[in-house]
């Protein structure tokens, strides 16, 4: 088991950048791929970000390539989602969640998540 713990949501402009966390506790965090995922009203949970267990490959939605950064420190059992130039598209429920398998995109295939944080970007 791992728990996930997001932080760093807020209301921010467009075009202003966005730093969020997510702790983990429990087994052993460097065993498991972390991504990110949001949720807009209405809409289904989409695939964000996501990086490997050692952090050497990244994988991005095409919505988000060149403007967020996924990142992770093994060390201090945290993963990082560095947004920059935002858009009041990427408002939503930002969530972490972890599989022990390679990056994947649906969000049916992680088994671990935290509670979410709320990103809202106005224009």
């Known amino acids: 088991q791992v728990q996930l713990v997001e932080s760093g949501g807020e209301s921010v402009q467009a075009g202003g950048s966005l730093g969020l966390s997510c702790a983990a506790s429990?087994?052993?965090?460097?065993?498991?791929?972390m991504a990110w995922f949001r949720q807009a009203p209405g809409k289904e949970r989409e695939f964000v970000a996501g990086?490997?267990?050692?952090?050497?490959?990244?994988y991005y939605a095409d919505s988000v390539k060149g403007r967020f950064t996924i990142a992770r420190d093994n060390a201090k059992n945290t993963v990082y989602l560095q947004m920059n130039s935002l858009k009041p598209e990427d408002t939503g429920v930002y969530y972490c969640a972890a599989r022990t398998l390679s990056i994947a995109t649906m969000s049916g295939q992680y088994n671990y998540w935290g509670q979410g944080t709320q990103v809202t970007v106005s224009s």
């Open positions: 429990g087994r052993t965090f460097s065993g498991y791929t």
């Open positions: 990086i490997n267990w050692w952090g050497s490959t990244t």
